[in-house]
């Protein structure tokens, strides 16, 4: 289990996180929402360790890895696919996935095949460069390059964000067939309500930089969260 406890976090002066607590299980999907600017990425950067956290704790797997730098968290199975994609546009489909290869011991220098049993278009496009592809193709290959890391935790940072409607559907069937498994914990950040919404086993609703509403669907009331959503 992830365990986010009262974290702090600043960039110079300005205070992005205040007092952050928060839990992710496996075999769930925790979804964070909030308006723009809220401290959304903020939380996710202090959970991959992209950025330090000043006060409060983050722990993984019993692990107090609050001081832990990124690489040594994606060793121990946390990842990221980041918002905006970040795929490497010239390089093929196959370049991309094996970029993964980074932080996994020899033995594991493999795609696994549940990559294109999720996103067969993957497969059928290897060969082609990354840029080549459409907004949800590139979404497909960014979550596909996440997985080849085995990630016992997995964040995803406005996965729909300028992505067609077919797209997100299977991008949604993808992640309830992964945390079905029970062996992977996963963060959704959305801003997307109804997306989050078939998919949410609980909500951490954030409000300037704090968690202003947390628990499992049913525990909360729906049109209060979809008003904290709103501009």
Excluded: H
């Excluded at 406890?5 to 952050?20: F, K, M, P, T």
């Excluded at 590139?138 to 979550?143: D, G, S």
């Excluded at 995803?156 to 299977?170: A, C, R, Y």
């Amino acid at each position: 289990m992830l365990k986010v406890s009262n974290i702090d976090l600043y960039y110079g002066a300005s205070q992005s996180l205040r007092s952050v607590t928060m839990t992710a299980a496996k075999g769930e999907v925790t979804c964070i929402l909030g308006r723009n600017g809220v401290g959304k990425t903020s939380l996710i950067r202090g959970i991959l360790g992209q950025a330090r956290v000043q006060g409060g704790s983050v722990s993984w797997e019993d692990n107090n890895i609050t001081q832990m730098g990124a690489a040594d968290r994606a060793r121990a199975g946390i990842a990221l696919v980041p918002q905006g994609r970040e795929i490497f546009p010239m390089l093929t489909v196959e370049e991309n996935l094996k970029t993964g290869f980074g932080m996994l011991p020899r033995r594991d220098r493999f795609i696994p095949p549940e990559v294109f049993e999720l996103f067969p278009v993957l497969q059928e496009m290897l060969g082609r460069r990354g840029g080549d592809l459409s907004g949800g193709q590139q979404q497909q290959l960014a979550i596909g390059r996440a997985l080849v890391m085995r990630p016992r935790l997995l964040a995803l940072d406005e996965p729909t964000e300028g992505i067609q409607p077919s797209i997100i559907k299977q991008i949604g069937a993808a992640i309830r067939s992964l945390v079905t498994k029970g062996d992977i914990a996963i963060i959704l950040v959305e801003q997307y309500f109804d997306f989050a919404k078939e998919l949410a086993d609980k909500y951490v609703v954030m409000d300037r930089g704090e968690v202003v509403m947390a628990g499992a669907p049913s525990e909360l009331d729906e049109a209060d969260v979809r008003r904290r959503l709103s501009v």
